[in-house]
């Protein structure tokens, strides 16, 4: 029985030391960024040690002083918004309509969903560029906006298995009670589907927040630019200011790892749950 327990525990341990390294492998870069964003600028490439020689708080001043930090944030505040607010307007109707409502075509529609999850993007930029061009929305945030409430394929993909492992049960006993299929979606489907709208909205904000390659295409006023664009900025011609550039990283990289923090929960909850089915 001892053996049997010993042999127990050596596993585990075992288990959580590779968990521990892989921890490890996935921070250290975060940690690289954070501890050479307060190091002076002659410390960063003549110092070998991860800590800094010398602290110093410069650099994060600096980021903010090297570009219109504010704006670009501003911008990429509205978009995520927006973004987050189409997403979570179609997608959750479109996953229900596939899932629980009976309609001819249902299947095909849905496959054809899918279908979209096995394009690769790199294949539409060009006609959809060519498309937004043509309607005066290259310049605007039109096209990194519009797309977000006609609803996209993984996420309408992962909410439609929510909502097919919810009982109907539920909604027939709501129908019966008088209620049409509106109010059971809003009333009875979504309050259930928290932890799955959870869930799709940190992929939003992180992909939106995040996003260097669609707004680099179609946004040509530097007044309009994100976040992610305006890193560039400290790429210059004749170097990188990496001080400022790590520190600029961090203000980066901050929210989405606030956010993910904050609704971890949710979002372990709705992963698990949408897994299991």
């Given at each position: 029985?001892?053996?049997?327990?010993?042999?127990?525990?050596?596993?585990?341990?075992?288990?959580?030391?590779?968990?521990?390294?892989?921890?490890?492998?996935?921070?250290?870069?975060?940690?690289?960024?954070?501890?050479?964003?307060?190091?002076?600028?002659?410390?960063?490439?003549q110092s070998?040690?991860?800590?800094?020689?010398?602290?110093?708080?410069?650099?994060?001043?600096?980021?903010?002083?090297?570009?219109?930090?504010?704006?670009?944030?501003?911008?990429?505040?509205v978009?995520?918004?927006?973004?987050?607010?189409?997403?979570?307007?179609?997608?959750?109707?479109?996953?229900?309509?596939?899932?629980?409502?009976?309609?001819?075509?249902?299947?095909?529609?849905?496959?054809?969903?899918?279908?979209?999850?096995?394009?690769?993007?790199?294949?539409?930029?060009i006609?959809?560029?060519?498309?937004?061009?043509?309607?005066?929305?290259?310049?605007?945030?039109?096209p990194?906006?519009?797309?977000?409430?006609?609803?996209?394929?993984?996420?309408?993909?992962?909410?439609?298995?929510?909502?097919?492992?919810?009982?109907?049960?539920?909604?027939?006993?709501?129908?019966?009670d008088?209620?049409?299929?509106?109010?059971?979606?809003?009333?009875?489907?979504?309050?259930?589907?928290?932890?799955?709208?959870?869930?799709?909205?940190?992929?939003?904000?992180?992909?939106?927040?995040t996003?260097?390659?669609?707004?680099?295409?179609?946004l040509?006023?530097?007044?309009?630019?994100t976040?992610?664009?305006?890193?560039?900025?400290?790429?210059?011609?004749?170097?990188?200011?990496?001080?400022?550039?790590?520190?600029?990283?961090?203000?980066?990289?901050?929210?989405?790892v606030?956010?993910?923090?904050?609704?971890?929960?949710?979002?372990?909850?709705?992963?698990?749950?949408?897994?299991?089915?």
């Open positions: 029985m001892a053996s049997t327990s010993r042999r127990y525990l050596g596993k585990r341990a075992g288990y959580h030391a590779i968990l521990v390294l892989i921890a490890v492998g996935f921070l250290f870069p975060f940690a690289i960024m954070l501890f050479t964003a307060f190091k002076d600028p002659q410390d960063i490439f070998p040690q991860l800590l800094p020689r010398t602290w110093t708080v410069d650099n994060f001043g600096e980021a903010v002083r090297s570009m219109p930090y504010l704006r670009y944030v501003g911008n990429t505040l978009l995520v918004v927006l973004n987050m607010l189409g997403t979570l307007l179609s997608c959750p109707l479109v996953a229900y309509a596939l899932a629980k409502l009976r309609w001819r075509g249902r299947d095909g529609v849905f496959l054809s969903v899918l279908a979209t999850m096995m394009l690769p993007p790199q294949i539409t930029f006609p959809l560029y060519l498309l937004w061009n043509e309607v005066g929305a290259v310049g605007t945030f039109l990194l906006v519009i797309p977000q409430f006609l609803g996209t394929g993984f996420y309408i993909f992962l909410l439609r298995q929510f909502f097919a492992g919810i009982p109907d049960s539920l909604r027939e006993a709501a129908r019966i008088g209620a049409s299929e509106l109010r059971i979606y809003l009333q009875i489907m979504l309050p259930l589907a928290k932890p799955a709208l959870a869930t799709v909205a940190v992929f939003q904000f992180v992909a939106t927040w996003d260097f390659l669609l707004p680099l295409i179609y040509n006023d530097d007044s309009k630019y976040l992610s664009i305006g890193l560039y900025s400290f790429f210059g011609e004749h170097g990188v200011q990496w001080g400022p550039l790590m520190a600029a990283c961090v203000f980066f990289t901050a929210p989405a606030i956010v993910f923090m904050i609704m971890q929960r949710y979002f372990v909850r709705g992963i698990a749950i949408t897994g299991m089915k």
